[in-house]
């Protein structure tokens, strides 16, 4: 299985789905770029939106694409870096609460709930630590790498590593309670989907093309589906990952694969109520009405969250390695490979605002909480945004 760094940016270079990297691969050999990322235009801003605080976390994580996004917890914001440093902040205003040095090459998280934060590295490690002072309860040996988020929730911390396993620790001491595992193909993108746990359930996606939904208490099997099958001849034609979140609203839980379908599956049962062809390995956001979801190439768009029919389609930053998208207040919000952030009109699809971060990329997913937008970027830092006058033109 072909699961180095190297391979991502390979496969990076060869489909165009990693723009940031592209300056990084040899195959273009100096030549123009064939998925140029589109420019930034100028455009009238209908709302306004303003940096509440900045801070750094550790060292930057250039062209690593770790899956490094931060989490909230009551008033209380945690974020990582890939050289070990868990740091905890005061969502409100930037104050360190905490800081912690694991030592360990930090490459999935963070999370934090019930009193703890767990965080994944790619030396095969997670390490559980008190949400209240930093201080590491344990440390627990994986079967592979931690690439996304591990999910806590009653009484257990939930990892998936690049194995295709999904592990349930003991949150108290991090032994080993159940662990399931889906096939892993011979090629797969680097990253994986992070578990998502809804009452005595918990739902992962797999690089299979697999969602799957299993018992909390015992890791038996609820459900399994297959957002689509594998079409072409080539390994790379082949690609069906499912890398990122899935995300559940009400009764329904919405998943999008790599060279996939974007699906609304019954979290009851696991019925597949519809699907539509959308390719993504960054993303998704949802609310009772709509579906959004970040495309391959960095189009964003709009589906209804009953049939699947698209709504909008916005294709102004196609190419500039777009993240997921994360709803705050009345808008839409998606980070690129510049720093930039941008603010959409989940009704219409047009842009509202845009703001700078940085020179350096996003990385992992952005987060809201008590309407404060907190990202983390390839330099290290944890930024929050706040939206200012949210009325529309």
């Given at each position: 299985m072909l699961r180095q760094h190297s391979t991502r940016l390979l496969l990076a270079c060869a489909l165009g789905v990693a723009l940031s990297t592209l300056s990084a691969c040899s195959i273009f050999k100096g030549d123009e770029d064939p998925n140029p990322p589109a420019k930034l235009e100028r455009f009238k801003a209908s709302i306004k939106v303003k940096k509440a605080w900045s801070s750094g976390v550790g060292d930057g994580t250039e062209l690593l694409h770790l899956s490094l996004g931060p989490s909230v917890n009551g008033n209380m914001v945690v974020a990582a870096a890939h050289d070990g440093k868990v740091v905890a902040f005061n969502a409100e205003n930037g104050k360190r609460l905490w800081r912690t040095k694991t030592d360990l090459p930090l490459s999935g998280g963070t999370a934090v709930n019930d009193g703890l934060v767990a965080v994944g590295s790619n030396s095969g490690f997670v390490v559980a630590l008190s949400a209240e002072n930093g201080k590491e309860l344990w440390r627990a040996p994986m079967s592979g790498e931690v690439l996304a988020a591990p999910a806590i929730g009653g009484g257990q911390v939930l990892v998936r590593t690049v194995d295709g396993k999904l592990s349930a620790l003991s949150a108290t001491d991090g032994k080993l309670l159940w662990f399931v595992q889906q096939s892993v193909p011979r090629l797969t993108l680097r990253g994986t989907s992070g578990p998502v746990i809804n009452g005595q359930a918990v739902v992962c996606g797999f690089d299979n093309g697999r969602?799957?939904?299993?018992?909390?208490?015992?890791?038996?099997?609820?459900?399994?589906?297959m957002l689509a099958p594998p079409s072409g001849r080539t390994e790379i034609e082949r690609l069906i990952d499912i890398n990122s979140l899935p995300v559940i609203v009400g009764r329904?839980?919405?998943?999008?694969?790599?060279?996939?379908?974007?699906?609304?599956?019954?979290?009851?049962?696991?019925?597949?109520?519809?699907?539509?062809?959308?390719?993504?390995?960054?993303?998704?956001?949802?609310?009772?009405?709509?579906?959004?979801?970040?495309?391959?190439?960095?189009?964003?768009?709009?589906?209804?969250?009953?049939?699947?029919?698209?709504?909008?389609?916005?294709?102004?930053?196609?190419?500039?390695?777009?993240?997921?998208?994360?709803?705050?207040?009345?808008?839409?919000?998606?980070?690129?490979?510049?720093?930039?952030?941008?603010?959409?009109?989940?009704?219409?699809?047009?842009?509202?605002?845009?703001?700078?971060?940085?020179?350096?990329?996003?990385?992992?997913?952005?987060?809201?909480?008590?309407?404060?937008?907190?990202?983390?970027?390839?330099?290290?830092?944890?930024?929050?945004?706040?939206?200012?006058?949210?009325?529309?033109?």
């Open positions: 969602l799957a939904a299993y018992d909390m208490a015992s890791g038996d099997e609820f459900w399994n589906v329904d839980i919405f998943a999008v694969s790599y060279q996939g379908r974007l699906a609304g599956i019954a979290l009851e049962g696991g019925q597949l109520l519809w699907s539509v062809d959308v390719s993504s390995y960054n993303g998704i956001a949802a609310d009772y009405t709509s579906v959004y979801a970040t495309a391959t190439n960095s189009e964003i768009s709009a589906h209804s969250n009953g049939s699947g029919r698209e709504l909008w389609r916005n294709t102004q930053l196609l190419n500039r390695d777009v993240t997921s998208p994360v709803l705050q207040k009345k808008s839409l919000v998606v980070g690129d490979f510049q720093g930039y952030l941008h603010w959409i009109d989940p009704l219409t699809g047009q842009l509202q605002a845009r703001a700078k971060t940085g020179g350096d990329p996003i990385a992992g997913d952005p987060v809201v909480a008590n309407d404060r937008l907190f990202v983390m970027t390839e330099d290290g830092k944890l930024v929050s945004y706040r939206i200012v006058d949210s009325k529309r033109k």
